[in-house]
């Protein structure tokens, strides 16, 4: 007899990001989808600039919302749906990132029946924080 197993949020994210054409258009891999906190590198790449070597806005962004989604389906133990959306999300520029890779750091703040409150910091491997988001992810 064959048993089929409902996948967790993390083993969900580990087969999703790799397949979504969006976040492998901009290079982003998970390095760490479970446990307190996830860690997702967006590598250096010069067509993700706004003017010279300074990474934009809009790359660091969609880091951070990356970022938001495999939080929140880190703390999701049975995927019985495969449905998710970000529904909210602030972001502060805190410092320009100047050629180099980025690393989005996510935690869950809260999690609620479908909504999870993420936090999300974007770092460069040296640690400078470049920017700080806020976010709600509704699960299902």
């Not at 990474?55 to 990356?66: F, K």
């Not at 100047?98 to 770092?123: F, H, K, M, P």
Request: with cysteine; hydrophobic share 50%; charged share 15%.
């Amino acid at each position: 007899m064959d048993v089929m197993t409902t996948p967790t949020g993390p083993e969900v994210m580990a087969q999703f990001l790799p397949q979504s054409p969006f976040v492998v258009k901009l290079g982003i891999v998970a390095d760490v989808l479970d446990g307190d906190e996830v860690r997702l590198r967006m590598p250096w790449d010069p067509t993700n600039v706004t003017l010279g070597d300074m990474v934009h806005g809009g790359a660091i962004a969609a880091l951070a919302d990356v970022t938001v989604m495999a939080a929140a389906w880190s703390a999701v133990h049975s995927a019985e749906s495969l449905r998710g959306v970000t529904t909210s999300m602030a972001i502060q520029f805190l410092a320009p990132a100047r050629a180099t890779e980025l690393i989005g750091v996510g935690r869950v703040l809260r999690q609620g029946r479908t909504l999870v409150n993420c936090d999300v910091e974007v770092v460069t491997p040296g640690g400078e924080l470049v920017a700080k988001a806020i976010a709600t992810y509704k699960v299902g």
